[in-house]
């Protein structure tokens, strides 16, 4: 009479786990062969595996390894890139380990001993899922650039990965610096390509005919004066220029005026006439003192100074005191002396 079919796959399992194990004379088998029988007899030799793969996962452990697979217990199936390995020496390793190594020494790990399962080809790690050559684990932004790419972050704004390192440049636009002669107007041109600055050109004004309005006056600047010019249709219109040079009034930066701590006097060239400004120079403020004993020295940025504040703070949590007497030498106390 032939036994039932889960008897028989249970029969060919325990002599895998009695025939093949070579670590039968360091671990005992009976836990995991009751486990086995337990499954198989109860109607689920399927889950019969899971007691030898748990039995060869402790052998493997003390240093024995079996490659017990067979069709009643077949191996993993393993990405397309990857392989089975029944008796691996070390653990698959993973970009993430690259960059923990990377940071500097942690804890040392523990030998993980033999083990199976699938893994990449050698000379290559584990990166979601897919094996990848290790320089694919360096990335140098959160995007997953790799050295030596060069990108385009905006129109304006151009990357490149050197290293682990990420260096980008931006072009900045200036104003709309297109200065048209009278009687011509700016306009900007359409772009075909992905320019980061616009582009303009001048065009002439329309001339449909003299057809003026009143001119309004103008509120000029300092150091420009109102005019009455003729546009080139002939109508009139208030102009702010700046005044004659030798009209301007004479400006010196010497002067006994106290500034505060940072500012220096610096003039100006760049409008109709000279002016003195006061630029901040953050290399001129003066260095904080020395706090007293138990004080914390605090800097407070204020946005209308120059150079920052600078304020010794006693401790929030403790009192501060000063004893007038001391131990004196010949016995009793002495008063303190500055």
């Avoid at 103008?218 to 150091?223: E, H």
Wanted: hydrophobic fraction near 25%.
């Amino acid at each position: 009479m032939n036994p039932p079919q889960q008897y028989r796959t249970y029969l060919k399992l325990l002599l895998l786990c009695l025939g093949t194990f070579q670590c039968l004379n360091v671990l005992d088998p009976s836990l995991f062969l009751d486990w086995c029988k337990k499954d198989t007899c109860g109607n689920h030799p399927e889950l019969s595996c899971s007691a030898v793969e748990a039995f060869a996962r402790d052998c493997a452990g003390v240093g024995f390894c079996v490659n017990w697979r067979n069709e009643h217990c077949p191996a993993a199936a393993c990405g397309a890139d990857q392989h089975f390995e029944p008796c691996a020496k070390s653990k698959q390793g993973t970009c993430e380990d690259m960059k923990e190594k990377a940071r500097g020494p942690g804890q040392p790990s523990k030998r993980a001993g033999l083990m199976e399962g699938c893994f990449c080809p050698e000379g290559k790690v584990l990166l979601n899922n897919t094996c990848v050559p290790p320089k694919e684990c360096e990335v140098c932004d959160e995007e997953g650039h790799h050295p030596g790419d060069v990108w385009n972050r905006d129109k304006c704004t151009s990357c490149k990965c050197e290293g682990t390192s990420l260096k980008c440049e931006t072009q900045y636009c200036p104003g709309k610096e297109t200065v048209c002669e009278r009687g011509y107007n700016a306009i900007k041109l359409p772009s075909k390509d992905q320019a980061c600055c616009d582009k303009y050109a001048c065009v002439p004004e329309p001339t449909s005919g003299p057809k003026c309005d009143e001119p309004q006056k103008l509120l000029c600047a300092q150091d420009q004066i109102l005019k009455l010019d003729t546009k080139p249709n002939g109508c009139q219109t208030f102009i702010c220029e700046c005044r004659p040079r030798e009209e301007c009034e004479e400006v010196t930066i010497t002067s006994t005026e106290a500034l505060e701590p940072g500012y220096e006097k610096e003039i100006d060239e760049n409008g109709c006439c000279p002016l003195v400004k006061l630029v901040c120079k953050k290399d001129k403020c003066p260095q904080p003192q020395e706090c007293p004993q138990y004080h914390t020295l605090k800097k407070e940025d204020i946005e209308s100074k120059c150079c920052p504040l600078f304020v010794c703070e006693p401790p929030a949590d403790k009192c501060i005191f000063e004893t007038q007497h001391a131990a004196a030498d010949q016995g009793g106390e002495r008063p303190l002396t500055k």
